[in-house]
């Protein structure tokens, strides 16, 4: 078979060792007569990456062509921490547990084809979701030259019953329970859980009880709430009820106390980058109580100047990070915004969790910028002149007096 | 007793009826030697009105003079629900509750004082807070020549010794649980209830379970989920369970649904617009669900372009409507462009209501942008060409493999 | 010969009468065999229509499929002066003069092919520019199931070579002054005249004098300045010199001026919405002066809040004009919000001209913001209290005051 | 005398040496019987410093409180060029060369204090104005327990009859010019010179020629056009023609070419931060080509991305910098934000300056992102394929179809 125009020579594909990018494996050397190096990455979606080896081996995968790797503490640290800082939320509700990790695969897929003398790189979305649109830019922000190959969007493998005739042709094993439809699809990391497609398509239906993976019914929580401290370093977790702990052991911790307690269930309907709306359910179970934690710090340690800055930053830097522009320089001109106003948050934060919700019920810090002095209803002992508030009224007002009195004037 | 100079003639009172304002209204007299007339608003804060008429007669108002009015409608249609088309939260949180009555009130003032040929108005908020703020900037807004008077900002009455001698010299009736302080102080309106101050004074401290008047405590709330269905027309909500209600009455209902669940608690510290960080506690139980069925209404109604035009202009909008600038050019500029946003929000969610949380689990509507057939992960019947994704992706990296290019070149 | 599967039965031309347009048109019924219908449209590009009908007949169009329409009057009130209530800039100093051209053109294509039974529209922009979105996004916000033929992105006619033989080959008459290739291309329309490519591609390059077709080089402008007035009425420019006049008549007028003054001129590079950067040489004498004199009455009648506002959602508005999405939600919220503030954007602004510049030299009107009795260096009979300033002051310093506290503690 | 409860101890008044100035001198020894220290910077307001010295000798100042600093080095790099890097402008026109200026006095004014043991800091802005709080601000933010004189808002000199009288009653010289009252009111530093007040309250009227100090009318400035090069190194000014200056030099020079060419003059409306308008001539020769020419450099270097979030960022840093609030978190971030993207931002612009205007003829830079490569009219190379635009306008396209197709189906 002789390869095609332009075909790429060696591909480095990321490969979670299932079913879909086990066919993708082979179907990249029969369409282009390349060699294939793996690369599957622990994010913490909860599999062991022993099997893969073994699969990549079996497809034939010379041995120093596989690539594994424990991505967790880079993840959390160097991707989820700093969106966390932004307390970024995608239209509102949405702590974008998939679309912070693929920027950092990318970054290995390239890192690992510049390593191995690769030309191109290869990943498992489909052509009309977000993450292929994640996947590429990323790629090509981080090398130019670096060809993207997206089976999805070029193979005849449409339907079902093709992909399982693919791999039954290519002596790829198919787990019992991938003979039939999967009744929705799903992806994973330490951050979430996401759920989407098929008996989730219709908005309108509530998503069947088994849906949920990561979390606890709320129903099923326990009865009784329970407390727990985070401690915070400019702007980043440090430690849970006082035990310091590195950024990927604090969010699989946070994890649990969240899977306990039902909290971090989403139902949500989405606008896509590439156009179209989408339903998934996401499971944020450590990601949700985090973000309560962090905007409970910030309430004491961050100026109102500083915090509504950020509040207004926030949308466009969820949404770059939502359509795959992690390595633009626009997010990283608001990164660097956003880090400034982080170097004060440090503090501990209490939170109640029960029952399906997070609630913080006290903060504090050396950092805090509250002061009872000035709030207190008791006596401020001059802390602050009430007088000087009729002054800061009086120029506030002075433009609405004066486009009342002009319209005062218009009218007769 | 002879006027001071540039004394008030006649002032409108915003007159609760309480011990503070009824001081406020001798010693307006006292000080002023001037006609007070009282306005007494039902905002929904669940007191009685009637008591508010014989106290101003006994203080000696003439029943001319006396204005009780019941705004509840007025308040829910076009102040609250304008503020719920943006789903408008001040610094992520706060549903807004206190600052959204204020313009209201001062509306009705200044009105009130054209009719009775009032000079000045003057209401109860101290020197320290938001809602001074709100008042006058309202009042002079929409009148520019009106006095305002805000006696805690002038008189010398600076502790509750001083007022109790005052009231009693002036024989104003205190009662009985007046006598010594109150544990915090309290607004309450249809939308929520905030308290806040002294013993809410330390963030770090949990409020006390006294503190909570509008939701049961989570804990207490039923042990079975409940479920509703909440319908919106151009994004105002419009009945419950199929059952038309007016704005006023829709709200009334939705905060029974949020006080039996515990939903709608928020123990929050804020930047108030005069420079101080404050601690308040907050029960909105019907807003609270409200914004999540808004929010869930637009996810399958409202446009992306639109959609995130609204969430990057929010903070903007929640800012102003917090800082008291309601009755301002930039407001109803924005307001302009969210209800243009609005026009097609017009649907029906199906809501969870348990234990202190609501979510959105379902959502329809004949105004739906969401298409199954584009989004299925099934045969979309050529709605939707993956291929037109890899132009998408190639155009969206061009300017990011520009940057890699020159960034590569200067590396040599 | 059969027509392709998918092919359109019926296509509505953008026409301009010239080669390349022409060409299309014989392209079109060559590789589809289907019927044309063409649109020429006077956007005061400063061309005869009649040829363009001539011509049309002469391909073989149809008398009733040939469209000639002045749209002149449409396009400065609908389109151009709803833009320059918005001061828009493209990257801070491109008046958008393509951009806002390109949806009437598309609306009027689609609104053609409805009247006419057509199911396609064609135009005759590249794959590398803009115009090819602004055309097809409008296109399709206006019918979604129109198709748009872009000839340019198809056909194998991809050199000059090519073009003429396709020309000669069927009979198309090619003006001898188009038989060499132009130094340059060009668009023009009544807001202003855009040159880009080949003898301008090096932006390092000073663009030849020969490129300016639209304005007196400053050099040869009078050596006297000459004075003009602007009226607007709510944001829209209604006389000049006193004199009222129509929108298209308004700017034509003021084309005039600038082009005998030499103002309007720009040598720009910008980014395309297709990811490249682009140089372009753009004359738009007439709005270069019309921007100045908005912002000139707006700064006596706009209030600053609105003003600041509009200033901060304007680069949004202008990038989404140039990236094709006037017909979307997003822009007409934006527009709601400008339109909002131009209630009052009423009055007079006197104008210099002279050798390449014009500027505001005095404003006037009875919606005026201005108060000299406020500003006044001389006593302004009580209008303002200084020591109002003090409060505001103190007030605004007061989060500064416990950020410089909070840092001060921290340092020991 | 006997000082008043919390009088000042020792002030450190920033000090011009002129007539005002020394009547506050004298007044707050008179009115606090404190201590004196005078600052008088050099900001390139282009007045001898030595007669500043001598005249605060002469009214009693001890040598060792007399400051005199040359701090145009400083005013330029550490201040100036940060803001052109923002391509600043205060409603969409001015340079905000008065606004910058402040905070540096402050920060002087408040570090002399420190090193001297003063307790207070004086200034001679009015309570009208901005610039008091800019002053006031900036010390508030370096020092919370710093005392703010501003003896405008607090003496009864409120008229030029008793400030003379006080000045012959202190022995404090009165120049001849300044017996009579100025026509209006100057300031002036490196970056431009502005004028307001008396002969230009009226915003109708236009500026008499005697108002402009800094600039040649562009009638009288050179027949024939002037070309100069400017080159950046990351986003700053490093030299004029090829040869390199320091920040300070540069804008002297670049100060002499607008001079000469009149360029710079802007006859200006505002709205001042304390609610009222003003109007203002300002001359900014050479930071008007600074301007211009950031703008030429940014056209090549700067990615789309980048420069679109800073546009819109750009009004809110220009009122963050008029309002006073350099010393704040939030200009602190949008600065690390707006640095961040300078990175690149190295290169050289070619201008043309003519009778009063400036114009980038050329640009060009090792860093450019422009690439003829791809936006060529000619044969590309394969750089960039047309037929991506297809597919990339389809998916951008996408949300306005179903848009479409959602107002169809609702209009039956």
Redesign the interface.
Do not use: C
């Given at each position: 078979m002789s390869a095609k125009p332009n075909a790429p020579k060696k591909v480095v594909l990321a490969y979670s060792g299932g079913l879909d990018t086990s066919i993708i494996l082979k179907w990249l050397k029969t369409e282009y007569d390349c060699e294939v190096v793996t690369f599957t990455a622990d994010l913490g979606q909860g599999e062991e990456l022993d099997p893969a080896r073994k699969k990549a081996e079996m497809l034939g995968v010379a041995p120093e062509n596989i690539f594994i790797e424990d991505l967790r503490e880079e993840f959390v640290r160097d991707f989820v921490f700093p969106m966390f800082r932004a307390?970024a939320l995608y239209?509102?509700?949405y702590l974008l547990g998939t679309s912070i990790a693929r920027p950092l695969i990318s970054k290995r897929l390239v890192e690992i084809a510049a390593q191995t003398g690769a030309d191109a790189v290869a990943h498992g979305a489909?052509?009309?979701g977000n993450d292929?649109?994640r996947f590429?830019?990323a790629a090509?922000?981080?090398?130019?030259d670096i060809k993207v190959i997206?089976p999805?969007?070029e193979w005849d493998l449409?339907?079902r019953t093709k992909l399982l005739e693919f791999a039954e042709a290519n002596q790829i094993p198919i787990a019992k329970d991938k003979r039939g439809e999967a009744p929705f699809?799903v992806d994973a990391n330490l951050l979430h859980t996401s759920s989407e497609?098929?008996v989730l398509?219709?908005?309108?239906?509530?998503?069947p009880d088994y849906v949920y993976q990561r979390t606890v019914n709320?129903?099923d929580a326990p009865?009784?709430?329970e407390f727990i401290e985070i401690s915070f370093e400019k702007g980043d977790a440090t430690a849970i009820n006082g035990e310091s702990m590195s950024p990927a052991t604090i969010l699989t911790a946070l994890n649990e106390y969240g899977r306990k307690h039902g909290v971090g269930?989403?139902?949500?309907?989405?606008?896509?980058f590439?156009?179209?709306?989408?339903?998934g359910i996401y499971e944020t179970p450590g990601g949700t109580i985090l973000l309560e934690a962090h905007?409970g710090i910030e309430?004491?340690t961050l100026?109102?100047?500083?915090?509504?800055?950020?509040?207004?930053l926030?949308?466009?830097y969820a949404?770059l990070i939502y359509n795959?522009?992690w390595?633009?320089?626009?997010r990283?001109?608001?990164q660097?915004?956003?880090?400034?106003?982080q170097e004060?948050v440090t503090g501990t934060v209490?939170l109640k969790l029960?029952?399906?919700?997070v609630?913080?019920?006290?903060?504090?810090s050396?950092?805090?910028?509250?002061?009872?002095a000035?709030?207190?209803?008791?006596?401020d002992a001059g802390a602050?002149?009430?007088?000087?508030?009729?002054?800061?009224?009086?120029?506030?007002?002075?433009?609405?007096?004066?486009?009342?009195?002009?319209n005062?004037r218009?009218k007769g």
């Open positions: 307390n239209e509102g509700l489909t052509g009309k292929q649109v590429e830019l090509y922000a981080l090398n130019p997206a999805w969007r449409t339907s699809s497609g098929k398509e219709n908005p309108a239906d509530d998503a709320p129903e009865d009784t709430p269930r989403l139902d949500f309907v989405e606008n896509r590439v156009g179209m709306k989408s339903r905007r309430q004491i100026d109102s100047g500083a915090g509504h800055l950020k509040d207004s926030m949308p466009r949404e795959g522009f390595f633009s320089p626009e990283e001109m608001l660097a915004a956003i880090d400034k106003s004060h209490r029960y029952k399906g919700s609630r913080t019920v006290g903060r504090w050396e950092h805090s910028l509250y002061s009872e000035h709030v207190t209803f008791e006596d602050y002149d009430q007088k000087d508030a009729a002054g800061f009224i009086q120029l506030n007002a002075l433009r609405l007096k004066l486009l009342a009195a002009r005062r218009l």
